[in-house]
C-alpha cells in the first residue's frame, strides 16, 4: 500500500512554524500563496531528482485485432514508459522501444516495437505498436506516474513529506534571508544522500539505449525459464 503523505493545509502550517511564523497563528492570508509556491515547487524538485519506487506504476489494458495504438495512461510523465510488453501465454514479453524506421504496415503478427506519438486530433500521447496484432492480446506498461494534484488545501503530497517539507523551508529562509538557512541547507542534502544510498531510487527500468532482441530471453516470473 503506498504511502499517505500529509496535505498542503498541514505541511503549510508546518513551514509557517519553521519560519517564525507560529506566534501569528500559523500562515496569515497574504502569506499562503507563497509558502504554497515553495511547497509545491519542492515537491517537483524532489520528484524530478529521485525515482521513487512508490510513484512506479503498472497497466493493463487490451490490444485488440487489427488495433495499432493504445492512449498512454494519464498520469504518465509526459509520455516516458520504462517497459511495455505483451503476454504471450503465461509470459511478458517486452517489446524494443523504436518503430522502425521503415516498416510494413500491412503486416499482422506478434508486436516487437512500441512508440510514443501525439494523436492527431489532440495532445494526448499514444502508444502504437508494430506488428500489428492479428488477435486480442493483453499489453502491460510500467511507468513513473507524475505527482497527483497538489494546489488544494487536502490534496496530499505525493513525495516523502520529510524531504518536502526540509527543502520547503530551506526556500522559504533563503527567501525572508534568514541566518540559519545553511543549517537547513546541509540538513536536506543528507537527506537526499542517505534516501540515494537506501536505493530509494527505481531499479532495473528499462533502458531504451540498450539494443536487445524483443523475442529473446523473456521476462518470466517463474524458474521455468534455463537461459
Not at 519560519?19 to 497563528?25: E, I, P, S, V
Not at 513525495?159 to 527543502?167: A, C, G, S, Y
Request: proline share 5%; glycine share 6%.
Amino acid at each position: 500500500m503506498r504511502p499517505v503523505y500529509a496535505t498542503l493545509e498541514q505541511l503549510r502550517d508546518r513551514l509557517a512554524v519553521a519560519l517564525g511564523f507560529g506566534a501569528q497563528g500559523g500562515a496569515q492570508p497574504n502569506q499562503i500563496p507563497i509558502l504554497n509556491h515553495f511547497l509545491q515547487q519542492s515537491q517537483s524538485q524532489i520528484w524530478h531528482s529521485l525515482k521513487l519506487n512508490q510513484m512506479n506504476r503498472v497497466h493493463y489494458e487490451n490490444l485488440g485485432a487489427n488495433q495499432e495504438v493504445l492512449d498512454v495512461p494519464s498520469d504518465c510523465r509526459v509520455g516516458v514508459l520504462t517497459g511495455v510488453y505483451w503476454k504471450d501465454g503465461d509470459v511478458w514479453r517486452r517489446l524494443h522501444h523504436g518503430l522502425p524506421k521503415e516498416y510494413d504496415t500491412t503486416l499482422r503478427d506478434d508486436p516487437r516495437y512500441y512508440g510514443v506519438n501525439s494523436r492527431y486530433d489532440s495532445s494526448s500521447l499514444q502508444v502504437q505498436f508494430y506488428p500489428v496484432p492479428c488477435k486480442v492480446i493483453e499489453v502491460r506498461m510500467d511507468y513513473y506516474a507524475q505527482p497527483s494534484r497538489f494546489t488544494q488545501n487536502k490534496d496530499h503530497a505525493s513525495v516523502p513529506e520529510d524531504l518536502l517539507i526540509t527543502l520547503a523551508i530551506v526556500m522559504g529562509k533563503a527567501h525572508y534571508s534568514q541566518s540559519d538557512v545553511q543549517l537547513y541547507t546541509s540538513q536536506f542534502e543528507e537527506m537526499m544522500r542517505r534516501v540515494r544510498s537506501l536505493n530509494f531510487d527505481s531499479e532495473g527500468s528499462f533502458n531504451a539505449s540498450r539494443p536487445f532482441d524483443a523475442y529473446g530471453r523473456p521476462v518470466k516470473w517463474s524458474n521455468e525459464w534455463s537461459g
